[in-house]
């Protein structure tokens, strides 16, 4: 019987030496496992060869497929690197004008294993959300979703995202807070009052305004398209020219994230003074202690 000279195990295509133990009486290897996941290898794992040689020439080998120690030579290798979700729109404190907002968001693997598509923790204000999600192939191996995001309370909201991949790495939580506020700037227009007929080319426009919410600013008044300062109390108060008949005085409020509200007035200015003619008396002659009868004709040039 040949004595066994020599014996190695072959991982990945690479062959490592085995070394005798005389005390254990077996064969050691140590082989390094590598940093890339065996996931997407068959069965998830990377098969490991023995080879044993005798004196005499004589070679055996030994698969993973082996009966009775095939579930040995199958090394499921784990990488330890974590995916990324990420969540791209909205943006951290953000302010936004609409309960409806497109979540948008994606994720990576990193590591090689793959992302576990049915680890995905979506949540909005802290309620997990499992349905209208459709992740399609992005970019560079990204996975990239939309979600139309529906009936968002007035105030703070926030959305969440974390991915686990098929190593069993867990992602960082992404998380981002946001702000909706749907109501319109509040102006009201105590000057000049709807319908106004004046004899004046000018009148004073004045006012209140305010942000609808305190998640917005007042950002502007106009009066007809031109900017007015606003003071305390967000009074506004500014004189303008009138043309000669019916004018149309148009105020708007808008709000830091472009929300408005506007108020019209319609003035009328009438400065064309009535014309008195066809004067004629019954009679220039009169008694004493009579009447004086007189017609006359009175028309309004602006008709």
């Known amino acids: 019987m040949s004595e066994i000279v020599r014996a190695y195990a ?65 090394i499921r290798v784990l990488e330890k690197t974590k995916p990324t979700a990420t969540i791209i729109s909205p943006t951290q404190g953000s302010v936004l004008g609409s309960a409806t907002q497109d979540i948008e968001m994606e994720l990576q693997d990193a590591g090689g294993s793959g992302l576990n598509m049915a680890s995905v923790i979506f949540k909005v204000n802290n309620i997990q959300i499992s349905t209208g999600l459709t992740w399609q192939d992005g970019s560079g191996g990204k996975k990239v979703c939309t979600y139309h995001a529906t009936n968002l309370s007035d105030g703070s909201n926030s959305v969440s995202l974390q991915v686990t991949d098929n190593d069993g790495n867990v992602s960082d939580v992404a998380e981002v807070s946001f702000v909706i506020s749907t109501s319109a700037p509040t102006l009201n227009v105590t000057s000049p009052t709807e319908g106004l ?36 109390g967000g009074a506004f108060s500014k004189e303008i020219t009138l043309q ?3 004018n149309t005085i148009t105020i708007v409020a808008e709000d830091s994230i472009g929300k408005t509200t506007s108020v019209t007035r319609h003035v009328t200015v009438d400065t064309k003074a009535p014309i008195i003619s066809d004067v004629e008396a019954e009679a220039t002659t009169v008694d004493a202690n009579s009447t004086i009868h007189l017609t006359f004709k009175v028309t309004d040039p602006a008709d």
């Open 10 to 74: 072959e991982y990945k295509g690479q062959q490592y030496n085995a070394s005798y133990n005389s005390g254990t009486k077996l064969w050691d290897v140590d082989i390094p496992s590598g940093s890339e996941s065996s996931y997407g290898e068959d069965n998830h794992t990377y098969p490991v060869t023995l080879h044993a040689f005798d004196a005499a020439g004589n070679e055996t080998i030994m698969y993973a497929t082996d009966d009775t120690y095939g579930d040995q030579l199958n």
């Open 197 to 232: 007929l004046t004899n004046s080319n000018k009148v004073v426009v004045a006012g209140t305004a305010a942000a609808g919410s305190d998640a917005v600013t007042l950002s502007s008044v106009k009066i007809n398209g031109e900017t007015v300062s606003v003071g305390s």
């Open 244 to 246: 000669e008949g019916e």
